[in-house]
């Protein structure tokens, strides 16, 4: 089976702790390609992040961080010092090789001040 | 400025009108694709396209159709609407040309959605 599941469906975290949102995938193509995008109250999508699967380096971004572990086809999404602004649902999103995407049900963060 | 547009952003309309919702991108992005957010299951993908007159399903296509005719242009067309075809609609397009290790290859762009009421 091919899925993207995030098991977390809200978390409320208070401004300046640290969240980190989680994201196993299942596959079974060797290249695939993972992604994290927010969509905030407003209702647009916004890319964050693409990480290949070949390249398992984690990336930092400000206050955005990522772990990606094939290991445990995980892409986890950590963000620092959480503020108000980061209130949104969060997708986390596999492309295959086909071009196919899936996406995973999504985590709504609600940050408070 | 590079975006993707839909047309309409709202609709409502009765079962079995045909209805046709737009797309277009000017990005001369290669990949474009229907997505639908229904609560709780998140994004769907409906169809997508690699390039003109090359499209494919996606993992909910029953009831819709597409084409492209031209790379600009994606139009989802519903042909005999339901109620179960109720939800808020998303285009999108990403290059997939190039260079695979750029930061732009496969990002999709996406558009500012189409929430559809079908009564």
């Known amino acids: 089976a091919q899925k993207v599941t995030q098991a977390q469906t809200e978390i409320s975290v208070v401004e300046k702790e640290d969240v980190t949102l989680d994201c196993v995938y299942e596959?079974?193509?060797?290249?695939?390609?993972l992604f994290w995008y927010k969509q905030p109250p407003s209702g647009e999508l916004v890319f964050l992040i693409r990480r290949n699967s070949f390249d398992e380096q984690n990336e930092i971004s400000g206050r955005y961080s990522w772990n990606f572990q094939k290991s445990t086809s995980s892409f986890n999404f950590t963000i620092t010092a959480s503020q108000v602004v980061d209130s949104a649902v969060y997708f986390c999103a596999l492309r295959r090789g086909t071009y196919k995407y899936i996406f995973g049900t999504g985590t709504r963060l609600k940050v408070l001040a | 400025e590079a975006q993707v547009t839909q047309n309409p952003r709202y609709l409502i309309t009765v079962t079995g009108k045909k209805l046709t919702v737009t797309c277009s991108q000017n990005?001369?992005?290669?990949?474009m694709s229907w997505y639908r957010q229904d609560p709780g299951l998140g994004l769907r993908q409906i169809y997508y396209s690699m390039n003109v007159e090359v499209t494919d399903k996606g993992d909910v296509p029953e009831g819709y159709k597409v084409s492209r005719k031209e790379k600009r242009n994606f139009p989802l067309i519903l042909e005999s609407p339901s109620p179960n075809q109720t939800s808020l609609y998303f285009c999108a397009s990403s290059k997939t040309s190039g260079d695979y290790l750029q930061s732009s290859y496969n990002e999709q762009f996406f558009g500012p959605g189409t929430r559809l009421t079908v009564l």
């Open positions: 990005m001369n992005h290669e990949y």
């Open positions: 596959t079974r193509d060797t290249t695939y390609y």
